[in-house]
């Protein structure tokens, strides 16, 4: 008999510092499951990517285990890095931080569309466009 997942928690922890502190472990806690346990897993198969922030997706099952998925960072994470932003506009609509080339526009999406809600890269492109404009960066 297969266990039924009875919550899932979605989390976005930095890659390779994940530890008991909010918002893991209050996250966790509440659900019955080893935050330590979480934590050394986590941070073992992050350790790697250090630094970026990573979406995680914890199921947990009725016997308190769990598993999870790692996805890939936001697209604002992937645009700050590839234009080496510290972070996006305060007036996105006025004042510009930056602009992307089609061709890096392209790459980002093409790294981000196993998460996203697209057909096509046409499609990805347009979704990390959006947020690149609303991070008050130019696309080209």
Request: net charge positive; charged share 25%.
């Amino acid at each position: 008999m297969a266990l039924q997942i009875t919550k899932i928690i979605k989390l976005q922890i930095p890659a390779g510092k994940a530890n008991p502190a909010p918002p893991v472990g209050p996250a966790l806690g509440q659900h019955g499951l080893n935050i330590q346990d979480f934590c050394s897993q986590f941070n073992e198969r992050t350790k790697e990517m250090s630094g970026t922030i990573l979406p995680v997706e914890i199921s947990v099952y009725q016997n308190k285990s769990f598993t999870f998925i790692i996805k890939k960072p936001p697209a604002a994470e992937l645009i700050k890095k590839k234009l080496n932003l510290a972070k996006g506009s305060a007036i996105p609509h006025k004042d510009k931080v930056g602009s992307l080339t089609k061709k890096q526009l392209q790459e980002i999406a093409e790294e981000k569309m196993i998460d996203l809600n697209a057909n096509d890269i046409a499609a990805a492109m347009k979704i990390i466009a959006g947020t690149a404009r609303n991070m008050g960066v130019k696309v080209e």
